[in-house]
């Protein structure tokens, strides 16, 4: 059982960057908000691990599941982890920068796919961004740093710097699964657009990304009656 007290002083403490912290960032967030309260008592705590992600290969693996299932998404990447990575699994961004196109297309990436990870990879060794250093930046300074790549769309990275920086305060609003959750949560018959999404999230700062979590729960499993 999740014990926490309604409270209207939310803390901003940083980073998601520890077990501890998503669990402070979690019970806060329960606190100030009784319908999140009510998802994380069903769901318990979200299952993010950011600060296991290893940035560069966190987001070539964003780029190579762009628009697939799952399990393509998977086979694909283990691929492009086998051929490109170092023993520990993690991509070598020197090795990618130095393939051929064909090479990543070998690996099942579409030609469009392959050239911005050969260009990501480029923009790596050539220190045009670096990915490491983006947990430093607030959340709109990395996001505008990352659209620079080609490839890395809006939706992108945010999912980026949710997953691998561990920014709480992300709040997607093209998602398609957080504006059905949303669309729920307000009983709409037809989905919210960006400024009533915008407006109806603002309770859940600063912790947007954590309360997108459980949105996606909340869509995903069917216990949209429990709520």
Known sequence: MLNFHLSRKPRDVGLITSPGKLKSFTMALAAQNTEMAQLIQLHGIADMQPWKAEPFTKLIGSIASQQLSIKAAHTIFSRVLKRFSDNQNTLVPEKIAQARTEDLRACGLSNAKSRYCIGIANAV????????TLNKKSADDALNELILLKGVGKWTAEMFLIFAIGHKDIFAVDDLGLQKGVQFLLQRDSLP???????????????????????????????????
């Open 125 to 132: 060794v050539d220190s045009d961004i670096n990915l490491n």
């Open 193 to 227: 657009d960006k400024k009533i999404m915008l407006g109806y999230a603002e309770q859940w700062q600063p912790y947007r990304s954590i309360a997108s979590w459980y949105l996606w729960r909340l869509v995903e499993s069917n216990n949209i009656k429990n709520i």
